[in-house]
């Protein structure tokens, strides 16, 4: 079991960058694998990214890509989501994810645990 709480959102201006957070509770989050969604208003959840256990793997959404970087840190529990250049239709609740699973799952369904999430509003 793993439990998950995310941080680091805020309201910013577009072409701003924020760097969100995921600490996870639990011995085994370096055998997770993790993955970031995001929920905007009158939308479905969708994949952003994901990184593997290890943290040689990743894989992006299109919309992301060059934009957004995931990385983790096994030995603090921490899972991290740089987002530069921030675009309007980044505004979304970003929420992290762990899956006991490779290769890295992109259907939220695959996913074992959540975090609450935290709210990313990105201003014109």
């Known amino acids: 079991q793993v439990q998950l709480v995310e941080s680091g959102g805020g309201k910013v201006q577009a072409g701003d960058s924020l760097r969100l957070a995921c600490e996870a509770t639990?011995?085994?989050?370096?055998?997770?694998?993790m993955g970031w969604f995001r929920q905007a208003p009158g939308k479905e959840r969708e994949f952003v990214v994901g990184?593997?256990?290890?943290?040689?793997?990743?894989v992006y959404a299109d919309s992301v890509k060059g934009r957004f970087t995931i990385s983790r840190d096994n030995a603090k529990s921490t899972l991290y989501l740089q987002m530069n250049s921030l675009e309007q239709e980044d505004t979304a609740m970003y929420y992290c994810a762990a899956v006991f699973s490779v290769p890295i799952p992109q259907r939220e369904e695959k996913y074992d645990f959540w975090g609450q999430g935290t709210q990313v509003t990105v201003v014109s």
């Open positions: 990184i593997s256990w290890v943290g040689g793997s990743t």
């Open positions: 639990g011995r085994t989050f370096g055998t997770y694998t």
